[in-house]
């Protein structure tokens, strides 16, 4: 805690701003940062009244729940309508709205097994004490919650528990990071990378950013100084044309990831196409069980599809999501669509960039 506190200091985020203010030199610079967690620090830290007005952030698509398509929603909806099926999940997507404007709240409320967990491997205790049903767990996330479901798929072998399913929706960082910029629209200079994915995932696979694209990417951790660190490496980049991928998070992300978390991943998932909300389908984006495991893989087993569902209307998540849009500019935030009334997933997760800026900035 203490260490986390000194990346808190006035002093240190003075000094970070005045180098940020010189590698800037009046331009300006357009960063996205691609983590919901990030998006909800730069507001709580006060970060965002204190960057030059040259420096745009855009959010990102690393909020898991905001990017679970409204078909995925569609396909747990239909598994929390069926018999001798217990749906175990992470509380923030009880709310998520999908087709009809319809959640797993709504399916609950009607009688539907939904039980929220706080980890993968409560959802084998429920197995264990429910054996004649079978317990879903829906796996959301990206490359750093995957690890654990993964540990919990072994659990689940181990002890040899029959009645337990993944819904595997976790999506990878990297192929959405090429989706942005391959579309011409995209207006991002510089990414500000997740501390937490790259823990698990290093440097190398955003190696991309710089190499094809000539965009800086820079791992940056949550404390005010982590952040502008980051922005002050990205705004040296820019003015030095010379970009890279780089560590600002060294504390906690090691260059080469967690090797270990990895081949627990790919023991259990391989690579597959994934929708996306409001992107659509990237290819090799998303996780998928390996044939071996099938029996735990809930499409498999229980028959799943993602059907072909209308977006929800007037939701601009879409735009939120790949930066094109900042979400008060979304004619329903702050209006039909609060925290309070949903009515996209930007705004249901705590992580949402629509609900931080309802929280956090001036209406
Ligand atoms: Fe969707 Fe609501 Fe955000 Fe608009 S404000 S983009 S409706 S979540």
């Excluded at 990102?60 to 018999?83: I, K, M, N, S």
């Excluded at 994915?197 to 190398?204: H, K, N, R």
Aim: glycine letters at 8%; charged letters at 20%.
């Amino acid at each position: 805690m203490q260490l986390e506190q000194a990346f808190q200091d006035p002093q240190l985020c003075r000094s970070l701003l005045d180098r940020l203010n010189r590698a800037l030199d009046g331009r300006s610079m357009r960063f996205m940062e691609v983590c919901g967690t990030h998006t909800v620090a730069i507001f709580q830290s006060g970060l965002r009244s204190l960057l030059p007005d040259t420096v745009a952030h855009l959010s990102g698509p690393g909020c898991p729940v905001c990017v679970t398509h409204d078909a995925e929603v569609a396909a747990f909806l239909d598994l929390a309508g069926r018999d001798n099926v217990i749906i175990a999940t992470f509380g923030d997507l009880l709310r998520v709205p999908g087709p009809g404007g319809r959640s797993l709240k709504h399916a609950q409320a009607q009688g539907a097994r939904v039980e929220i967990v706080y980890s993968p491997l409560d959802a084998l205790t429920l197995a264990a004490n429910n054996p004649g049903d079978i317990v879903v767990f829906l796996g959301i996330g990206f490359e750093t919650t995957a690890p654990t479901v993964a540990a919990t798929l072994l659990t689940a072998r181990q002890r040899k528990l029959e009645n337990f399913c993944v819904l595997s929706l976790h999506k990878l960082v990297p192929p959405a990071l090429r989706t942005l910029l391959d579309d011409s629209q995209c207006a991002v200079e510089a990414f500000l990378l997740p501390g937490h994915v790259s823990t698990i995932l290093g440097l190398e696979p955003y190696g991309f950013l710089a190499k094809d694209y000539h965009v800086p990417g820079v791992v940056g951790g949550f404390q005010p100084a982590d952040i502008l660190l980051a922005l002050c490496m990205m705004a040296e980049q820019i003015r030095d044309n010379a970009p890279a991928v780089v560590n600002a998070y060294p504390r906690a992300v090691g260059d080469a990831g967690n090797p270990r978390a990895r081949a627990l991943l790919e023991q259990f998932f391989m690579p597959a196409d994934a929708l996306w909300r409001g992107i659509g389908s990237i290819p090799q984006s998303g996780l998928t069980l390996r044939p071996e495991y099938e029996d735990m893989n809930a499409m498999v087993r229980l028959d799943l599809t993602l059907p072909d569902v209308p977006p929800l209307p007037g939701c601009r998540c879409g735009d939120v999501l790949k930066g094109r849009m900042a979400p008060p500019d979304c004619p329903l935030f702050g209006k039909k669509c609060t925290p309070a009334t949903p009515v996209g997933p930007c705004m249901v997760s705590t992580e949402g960039s629509c609900a931080a800026y309802f929280k956090y900035s001036e209406r």
